[in-house]
């Protein structure tokens, strides 16, 4: 099946046409399920669907990237404020493991195992109960 990831890793390039019958061919699937997952693509805004014409991944909007990256700034900093003195040693050793991760991942270039890590890190103070020490 046709993923997201598949655009965010950057095995499609923006602008580029997405043509189902290749995609299939390529993952070794029917065009049924690459059909089904377009849609779900363009409601997220990966791609653009024009019925009837062409499907084309989304072109990176620099302004909207600098806006993106504000907006989570200030998440990241309301975050902090909200646990600083909550998190237990097994919390921060968690967090600390999945930042390690991460920062492998990018050195290697492995987009793939990078956004697991980032997924992962931002993640586990819901995985569990905060420690109380």
């Known amino acids: 099946m046709l993923q997201h990831d598949l655009v965010v890793d950057g095995t499609f390039r923006p602008g580029e046409q997405l043509k189902d019958g290749e995609i299939a061919a390529w993952l070794g699937v029917s065009r049924t399920p690459v059909r089904e997952a377009l849609p779900r ?8 669907a024009l019925p009837g014409r062409s499907t084309r991944v989304s072109a990176v909007d620099p302004r909207a990237v600098r ?4 907006v989570i700034a200030a998440m990241h900093g309301s975050a902090v404020r909200q ?15 999945a930042n390690r991760r991460f920062a492998e991942a990018v050195s290697a270039g492995d ?9 992962i890190w931002h993640t586990l103070p819901e995985d569990g109960p905060i420690s109380a020490e």
């Open 111 to 119: 987009i793939g195992a990078a956004s697991v890590a980032f997924d």
């Open 83 to 97: 646990t600083t003195g909550r998190l237990g040693a097994d919390d921060l050793e968690r967090m600390r493991e």
């Open 67 to 70: 806006d993106a990256r504000d």
């Open 41 to 48: 693509l363009a409601g997220s805004g990966l791609v653009v």
